[in-house]
Nanobody
Framework: QVHLVESGGGLVQAGVSLRLSCAAS????????MGWFRQAPGKEREFVAA????????VYADSVKGRFTISRDNAKNTCYLQMNSLKPEDTAVYYC??????????????????WGPGTQVTVSS
């Protein structure tokens, strides 16, 4: 059983940076791909970024490439999403997710078996 909890969301001005954190517990962290998804009001949950268990490969949605960076610290069982140059369209609930061990690539919701409760990010213009 894997438990995930996001933190770091908030209300910020456009152009500001935020770093989201995802703390994992209750299972093996270092062998799982970690991902970030987001869901805006009235829209489906969409893929944002993923990082392989070795910290060697990353993949991003086109909408966040060049602005967001996903990283992980396996010693701390924590995954991060650094968000720079935030735009109002980035406003959403951001969810951390974990795959089964060894899953890669992982860009779809179906790849992930564990989810955090989400953290709200609101970007004002």
């Amino acid at each position: 059983q894997v438990h995930l909890v996001e933190s770091g969301g908030g209300l910020v001005q456009a152009g500001v940076s935020l770093r989201l954190s995802c703390a994992a517990s209750g299972g093996t962290f270092s062998s799982r791909t970690m991902g970030w998804f987001r869901q805006a009001p009235g829209k489906e949950r969409e893929f944002v970024a993923a990082i392989i268990w070795t910290d060697s490969y990353r993949v991003y949605a086109d909408s966040v490439k060049g602005r967001f960076t996903i990283s992980r610290d396996n010693a701390k069982n924590t995954c991060y999403l650094q968000m720079n140059s935030l735009k109002p369209e980035d406003t959403a609930v951001y969810y951390c997710a974990a795959t089964i061990p060894g899953r890669w690539p992982a860009r779809s919701r179906v790849d992930y078996g564990y989810w955090g409760p989400g953290t709200q990010v609101t970007v004002s213009s």
